[in-house]
């Protein structure tokens, strides 16, 4: 939150709207979306592509994480579950690509 806070002051960003996605370019590429109380952040190079970054943002905190922790995650279930968190995301990315785009087949081995 902090660096999306100081990234409003640099860049002018209205982080008011709830279901505002926002793209931002500044040495790196950002992709952010909020939650309800959570965040979503990715931090990437020109390489990849924006849209594919919002999927995965869905796909982890929408399609994912709302299935681990009881249809609502939010950032206390995340700091409080890390490891579970954590292994979730190495189900889905691995060396910086995405391995399984399937909610289902990362349930399963979680």
Do not use: W
């Not at 709830?18 to 590429?29: A, G, P």
């Not at 979306?33 to 990849?48: I, N, P, Q, R």
């Not at 995340?78 to 087949?105: A, C, R």
């Amino acid at each position: 939150m902090r660096v999306l806070e100081s990234l409003r002051e640099e860049t002018c960003i209205d982080l008011s709207n709830e279901h505002l996605s926002n793209f931002l370019e500044i040495d790196s590429l950002f992709v952010y979306k909020h939650y309800a109380t959570l965040y979503c952040v990715l931090v990437f190079d020109g390489s990849e592509n924006e849209l594919a970054m919002l999927d995965l943002i869905h796909l982890l905190a929408e399609r994912v994480l709302d299935k681990c922790f009881s249809n609502n995650v939010c950032e206390l279930d995340i700091v409080f579950n890390y490891s579970k968190m954590h292994t979730v995301l190495d189900e889905i990315v691995f060396g910086g690509q995405v391995l399984e785009p399937s909610s289902m087949e990362v349930m399963k081995a979680v």
